[in-house]
């Protein structure tokens, strides 16, 4: 049985990854954000947000003993934070300055990789925070690594569509092409090591464009060759799968979809056993507990699902205090029933207003229209201080609707905040102007969305968006 025990909601664009350490559940969107939450109750650290990021977060990861946490972005660097204390502890400039799109650590956290959009690698000795290999494929991009369970080759994915065997030295080892059709999204080790008759095997899932998520054996001789092997195909969705990860004994693989699903299947027998459907966008992240029967989801429409598995029992689970369930916060504040503005009162520490709220047949749309001679005179609350805190929270509120609602196409592709200046550039999207002359200035004239170089750097005013987004700020 998997049961969905909380929802988190506080990413305000895309959440792009997932990561679990033995205490703690990073996330990281394309807000510029990671948040850093307690795997106890899942309640935000006080150092979260962490914002060092100039434009969207693609990855995180932890290291083995959870004491840092890696992130890598557009703007060309992997950070490496504490977890102790949320501060930075060291810049990894990918050689190139190209968008940064995976990082990962090895099981001993000796070593970190990178993997770029135009197809790099770096390989950090992540003692010394120094680049130790450097590496490379051409006219693809690096979106996925693993490493295996030894540590002593990593395995990457690329748009191009396969999957590469490296060591420590960067030396390829072994390449298996055409693995996913229009090219792989990502790839993980299981944590089992099998050894016997002079090779060592392990187990990679990978997962693609083709709507299909695959478990091969990968095998190394004592010799030093190496193979790839199929041993399942599984077909469980019905669009693109974005993202895969094992559970921590290796019997669960789940995966998310652009069809809006995370599917979880028998990792051994390839069977698919459950099919979650909570939510509403592409969903582009997955992250298994390595110490509780957890695992994570992540999407595009802001959100990231916690679930637990539950061996045995036919309960729905037990829902962890504290954090926003299904229900009025996916709701525009205006459509909220007065049992939403109750459950919204309790999450911002005012219980004690529940009761004249619902005698007084508050919902959303009252809420909204609250000043401080309504909360005097007909809600005869007395105390100036908590007028002035549940005005101070329903502002707070109704900026976050204004934030969270922007259309997906006013905002520009780089920034991700809404535009007041936008062009047209030689790849045919929009961006804000400022961000994207930015760009062209020290990207090598690379466009953000394709990664393919910009024919000519000539920007043109996209007036008409420019005036529906005036439209649609006047409507706010």
């Known amino acids: 049985m998997v049961s969905l025990i909380c929802t988190l909601q506080d990413h305000r664009d895309d959440v792009n990854w997932c990561a679990f350490s033995p205490t703690l559940l990073a996330t990281c969107s394309a807000d510029k954000t990671l948040r850093i939450y ?13 914002s060092g990021h100039g434009y969207g977060v693609h990855c995180c990861c932890f290291s083995a003993c959870g004491q840092y946490l890696a992130s890598c972005s557009t703007d060309g660097s992997t950070v490496v934070w504490s977890t102790d204390t949320g501060e930075i502890e060291a810049v990894l400039e990918h050689p190139g300055r190209n968008p940064v799109r995976v990082c990962a650590f090895s099981p001993d956290s000796s ?3 990178s993997g770029a959009s135009d197809g790099t690698l770096g390989l950090w000795d992540f003692h010394t925070k120094t680049l130790h290999r450097t590496g490379a494929v051409n006219d693809t991009t690096m979106v996925a690594c693993s490493f295996t369970p030894c540590g002593q080759m990593f395995v990457t ?4 569509g396969d999957l590469r065997l490296w060591d420590l030295d960067m030396n390829q080892l072994h390449a298996e092409k055409n693995t996913h059709d229009l090219g792989v999204t990502c790839c993980c080790f299981g944590p089992e090591i099998l050894s016997g008759s002079g090779r060592v095997q392990f187990r990679l899932a990978s997962c ?3 709507s299909t998520l695959k478990i091969w054996t990968v095998s190394r001789s004592n010799t030093g060759s190496c193979k790839m092997q199929l041993l399942h195909t599984l077909t469980g969705q ?3 799968v974005l993202s895969c990860a094992f559970s921590a004994d290796g019997q669960l693989l789940v995966s998310g979809s652009v069809d809006k699903t995370a599917t979880v299947y028998d990792a051994s027998q390839g069977t698919l056993l459950y099919t979650l459907n909570q939510h509403e966008r592409y969903v582009t992240a997955c992250a298994f507990s390595p110490s509780t ?4 989801t992540g999407s595009m429409d802001k959100t990231v699902n916690i679930w637990r598995v539950e061996d045995g029992h036919s309960g729905n689970g037990k829902s962890l205090p504290g954090r926003k369930l299904l229900g009025h916060s996916r709701l525009l504040v205006s459509d909220w029933s007065e049992e939403d503005v109750g459950a919204w009162l309790c999450e911002e520490g005012l219980q004690a207003l529940v009761e004249n709220f619902k005698t007084n047949n508050i919902d959303g749309a009252e809420l909204v229209s609250l000043t401080k001679e309504t909360l005097a005179s007909e809600l005869n609350i007395e105390s100036v201080g908590l007028r002035s805190k549940v005005l101070r929270k329903v502002e707070e509120l109704k900026a976050g609707c204004v934030c969270t609602g922007v259309p997906d196409e006013y905002l520009c592709p780089i920034t991700r905040e809404l535009m007041k200046d936008p062009v047209i550039a030689a ?3 929009s961006y804000e102007r400022e961000a994207i002359e930015s760009w062209i200035a020290t990207k090598n004239r690379s466009s953000p969305m394709t990664n393919l170089p910009l024919q000519t750097t000539l920007l043109t005013p996209n007036r008409t968006l420019k005036m529906a987004i005036g439209r649609w700020r006047t409507s706010q």
């Not at 994915?157 to 191009?160: I, K, L, M, W």
């Not at 029967?293 to 994570?296: D, E, G, S, T, V």
């Open 38 to 50: 307690n795997t106890r109750d899942f309640s935000e650290v006080p150092y979260s947000p962490l």
């Open 111 to 113: 070593h970190l990789v």
């Open 157 to 160: 994915g690329s748009t191009y």
């Open 208 to 210: 693609g464009q083709d």
């Open 238 to 240: 019905s669009a693109p």
């Open 293 to 296: 029967p957890l695992f994570a």
């Open 427 to 429: 790849d045919g999207y």
